[in-house]
């Protein structure tokens, strides 16, 4: 389900395109300068997030662990494009 760096989109852009040069997790705070990204699909819109590689790999985890089973999307209709940035 998580995929490889050949899964990944290229040419996303660089750490600075997202605006952030921190993990972006909110569960708790992290200090650990970002390494991967994840684009999700909402309804309004694309939203890039820069995560170390630690939570990058809880986000989409929790995703598929916790929501898509009680959700009707699958993977693809929730993440536009992960990886390394
Ligand atoms: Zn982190
Ligand atoms: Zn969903």
Do not use: N
Request: hydrophobic share 35%; charged share 20%; with cysteine.
């Amino acid at each position: 389900m998580i995929g490889t760096k050949d899964d990944t989109t290229s040419g996303t852009g660089t750490l600075e395109d997202f605006g952030s040069v921190r993990c972006l997790w909110d569960d708790s705070v992290c200090v650990d300068p970002p390494t991967h990204f994840v684009a999700q699909e909402w309804a309004d819109g694309t939203d890039a997030e820069v995560f170390c590689v630690r939570h990058y790999v809880l986000t989409l985890a929790r995703l598929c662990q916790l929501h898509l089973p009680d959700c009707e999307g699958d993977f693809a209709g929730h993440v536009a494009s992960h990886g390394e940035l």
